[in-house]
């Protein structure tokens, strides 16, 4: 005989069994109840129950006896078929609804325009099983005007897909705008999951990547009208703007409001050739008695590219999302090093009166298809991108010989201080190439604010903490020059230049014109004039030729272009700690 006896304090909820009665192995006996939960007491080997010494609704404890059992022969029932679980099922129907294949008619829409999805760019985006998705279950805020049913099967996650994976192994965040939700306008929990989201990514150092197509607020949240009016102190905008990146933005199709400004604050900013983007939309622009417009003619990709907005133009979404992982992996040395396509020595003409191609020099420096040209269609007289040299990241800063010889105006100074910030904020090391006359000069050019424009390549120089090597390639003439060398030539961890490389306090020959105008102008012939002009040039240049004005001191070092590769590697190898600089980096 066994009597069973109480654990603890319970109180005799149910009695399954009673006296006589046999049972197998592992049948439940009784069900006590405790703070409102219930415990089966089951049989440990098969038995006959000879007496049962508790009623339903007795308070028992610790070594009150329950039931005496004695062994017996008892036959073990076959299993019962598992009846499927209502919360089971719930959560499975309701997770359906989540996915894409759930509205298989929008996503053939949205397929139809040339358009992915937005939990297609994800899968894209991240390595594959890495992703954790973020508030999943949400709607829109209008349960009190729409049924559950409704809201669940059109508004899925509120029209925003939040999370967290990998990508090429490192942790990232993304946000990706579902346009087919309401056509991508902000509601009350899509903000919500905005911050949480930025929260997350904040906490744990993590790149956010956002795809940013779609509208602005949505003033149709009606389940939260009566606790608001304006929503102004919505916290996502001030949350996304102070996180400290990187912070990637890509559009595709229209962008406004909203989502403009979101992906305006963004580190970079990427698009394709088929978007649209704009502080307002058509709506708005309607509203304030403006006119009325079609989307399509408001900030298309062409004019963004060209005035600096959009760092990136790229072809598709596919292309969009190649991008964001190519620069996403600009961390760490990589483990193969491509050799990069042609020679360095063939780079720069021997004849110092002839111009060559910057790119293609860039092309001799930078491992094989690492080198991602940002803003290429504006401010033209600079060449900016991101670049691995014998594998290790840099930012790389040109200039561009094939515009105004190479003269700095005030779109290449704007967009080589951005870029100088952009790397300063990343932590990315920069590799100037410089070949400038200097700044530009002259009346119309003041006009486009020249002194301040330009100002802000020496600022954003002076105050750039990453380790910097400066490569003179040709000219480095005054103050260009300079700049070129984040201030001067003391500056970078080493300033070097080619054999073709000159410097000087300003152009040889503006130099020669204003310095010998008197004795120049007191040479009657034309041919003997010309040719001391000559003779004083040649003699300036004779002084500023990199050999010489190396032996002086005036930079470190004069090198073979094809051991520069080797050199930068070097120099950047034993570079000190960066400095902390600007955590973040102006939208222009």
Sequence with gaps: MTTLTAEGAAIIAELRVGAGDTVPEGAVLLVTELMKMRHDIRAGFGARVTAVHVAVGDEVRQGTPLMTLEPAEVAQPAPEAQAERADLAEFAARMALVRDDARPDVVAARHAKG????????????????FTEYGALAVAAQRGTRPLDALQARTPGDGIVCGTGLVGGRPVAAMAVDYTVLAGTQGFNHHRKMDRLIEVAARDALPIVLFAEGGGGRPNDTDVADIMAAWLNVTSFRHFAAHKGPKIGIVTGYC?????????TCDLRIATTDSFIGMGGPAMIEGGGLGVVAPTEIGPSDVLAANGVIDLLVEDEAGAVAAARQVLGLHGAADD?????????????????????????????????????????FGSGMITGFARIMG??????ANNPLHLGGAIDAPAADKGARFLQLCDAWGLPVVTLCDTPGFMVGPEVEKTGQVAHVSRLFLAGAHFGQPMVTVILRKAYGLGAMAMAGGGFDRPQLCCAWPTGEVGAMGLEGAVRLGARDHLAAIGDESAREAEFRRLVDQLYERGRALNAASLLEFDA??????????????LATAGPARPGPRYADAW
Excluded: Q
Excluded at 115 to 130: H, I, Q, V, W, Y
Excluded at 346 to 363: C, K, L, N, Q, S
């Design 337 to 377: 090093v491509a050799p990069p396509t042609g020679a360095p020595r063939d780079a720069v003409p021997a004849d110092r009166t002839r111009a060559y191609d910057m790119r293609a020099a860039i092309g001799t420096l930078a491992d094989a298809g690492s080198f991602l040209e940002l803003r290429r269609d």
């Design 256 to 264: 406004f409001a909203g989502n403009a400004a979101l992906f305006g």
């Design 558 to 571: 004069v090198i073979d272009p094809d051991d520069t590769r080797t050199v930068i590697d070097r120099v």
């Design 115 to 130: 358009k992915r999805m937005a939990r297609e760019n994800l899968d894209d985006l991240f390595d594959p099983g890495s």
């Design 392 to 397: 290790r990241e840099v930012g790389l800063l």
